[in-house]
């Protein structure tokens, strides 16, 4: 943290830079995520419990590829737009003023999916609780995470 | 968590009642918290490692006393209206889709004061890091989480 002063007071989510790492996704991964940007405002502010990122998805983008985490929390609001919520029970619109949460542990896989012609914006909330792990039902990878960072697998455990 | 179905799988943040109880602080201090109206998001996904509340703020009310944490981190994100921001340093008045953090131990003590004639919407999310404690400097009080709960004392460490 030590480019982001700790006393940075507030500041306009959208002036920040989008993240310049596009996905930490492997390939084929990584080339899906094009249409996303993941402004990251947590660390702005120095904050290590969790992580809090404004993201844009523009039309046809996804949010991550469908998952869920083993350890690890999440919380989506959106700010603009009517994203896809694709979960293990299918698909549901939302709309501007909507969230939903993804408990960890319960195995139900979700992302976002931009269905529409307009740019979705949502916020998304997640904890940083250790021995993380991430699947990803509808592909051969899954994750682990480790000394703070995602490490990628294929399920068989194999590296990329 | 049981009055809540893990398979919920979205709502709208302002469909949510407000929480009944209007603040877990004691007396003289919960009387001065009648403006503020909290919308408890990340429990009704049975979230558990971070809270996400949506907060209204009338005009002349305060989103709590001002005050830091030792270990829980917290984030706000302003949906709607101009709230002024009071830290150590002074007084920043935020817009819909400012942003601003609270780093645990920076001993950067905190709160928003709606002094506008609007409504104020945000949203705030906070870690539940055990061993917190909560210093309030403006007041003769502190807090101390204990078994998933705040426990309010004197600064002597007196209870109420």
């Known amino acids: 943290m030590s480019d982001h002063p700790a006393t940075l007071t507030a500041l306009i ?14 390939e084929p991964f990584a080339s899906r995520m094009e249409g996303r940007e993941k402004r990251i405002l947590g660390d702005l502010f120095g904050l290590t419990n969790f992580g809090v990122n404004l993201t844009t998805l ?5 949010s991550a590829l469908r998952h869920c985490h083993t350890h690890q929390d999440e ?4 700010v603009q737009g009517r994203p896809s919520l694709v979960t293990n029970e299918g698909k549901t619109q939302l709309a501007p003023g909507m969230c939903a949460g993804f408990k ?7 992302c976002l999916l931009n ?5 979705v914006l949502y916020l998304e909330v997640g904890d940083r609780t250790p021995n993380d792990e991430v699947a990803y039902p509808d592909e051969d990878l899954k994750a682990v995470f480790h000394n703070g960072g995602w490490m990628f697998l294929h399920k068989d455990g194999s590296s990329y």
Chains 1, 2 share one sequence.
């Open 75 to 78: 919380f989506i609001y959106i």
């Open 13 to 26: 989510a959208t002036d920040v830079a989008p993240r310049a790492k596009k996905s930490i996704y492997p």
């Open 115 to 119: 269905e529409t012609d307009e740019v």
């Open 104 to 110: 960890a542990g319960t195995g139900n896989a979700h």
């Open 58 to 62: 523009a039309p046809n983008a996804v």
